[in-house]
């Protein structure tokens, strides 16, 4: 079946660096585009970066943009996200998720980022 | 940025009554409109697509409408565990957004 596990949260000062991590397993990596979607705590969802199935495509958030880098590595069935410059609104849980057509037909179970010095 | 307003904020229904949730898109997103069920520390669940065709292993007590501007998630007859948040979804385009989520309450 279809996992997404998500690693790499915790706790960071204002202005520092985290990367976060994603496994994915039971389907071929390969042949997916892939996204990671945050939520603030007792927040709503809100979409951050894509990534095309060959990594060729990206996009982001303007929250975001100029301050994370999505990527991912085929080989290695393995989604990723550098958070450079955090900020305390950035603190949110971060979803890995698995696009098809456009919406999210699988999501992991998200990994807590929490920026607060 | 296409905005997506969810009403109500919170619904208060009684176990097995119907639940009528809607979501206005402030442009067009043709039927590319999606539906999401969350519970309390677990992470989103897709429901609907395609504004009307529902997910794999989703009951046919829920099912959505709607195209263009305007969108509806109904649930027929209410079950225990149907109590929790639920979010549309555009993907018209690449930039994506959610709605802000419609609580759905025990009466």
């Known amino acids: 079946q279809v996992q997404l596990v998500e690693s790499g949260g915790g706790l960071v000062k204002p202005g520092g660096s985290l990367r976060l991590s994603c496994a994915a397993s039971?389907?071929?990596?390969?042949?997916?585009?892939m996204s990671w979607i945050r939520q603030a705590p007792g927040k709503g969802l809100e979409w951050v970066s894509y990534i095309s199935s060959s990594g060729s495509t990206i996009y982001y958030a303007d929250s975001v943009k100029g301050r994370f880098t999505i990527s991912r590595d085929n080989a290695k069935n393995s989604l990723y996200l550098q958070m450079n410059s955090l900020r305390a609104e950035d603190t949110a849980v971060y979803y890995c998720?698995?696009?098809?057509?456009?919406?999210?037909?699988?999501w992991g179970q998200g990994t807590l980022v929490t920026v607060s010095s | 940025e296409i905005v997506m307003t969810q009403s109500p904020a919170t619904l208060s229904v009684s176990p097995g009554e119907r639940a009528t949730l809607s979501c206005r898109a402030s442009q067009s997103v043709s039927s590319n409109l999606a539906w999401y069920q969350q519970k309390p520390g677990q992470a989103p669940r897709l429901l609907i697509y395609g504004a009307s065709t529902r997910a794999t292993g989703i009951p046919a007590r829920f099912s959505g409408s709607g195209s263009g501007t305007e969108f509806t998630l109904t649930i027929s007859s209410l079950q225990s565990e149907d109590f929790a948040v639920y979010y549309c979804q555009q993907y018209n385009n690449w930039r994506q957004t959610f709605g802000q989520g419609t609580k759905v309450e025990i009466k």
């Open positions: 998720a698995r696009g098809l057509g456009g919406y999210i037909n699988y």
């Open positions: 039971g389907f071929t990596f390969s042949d997916y585009y």
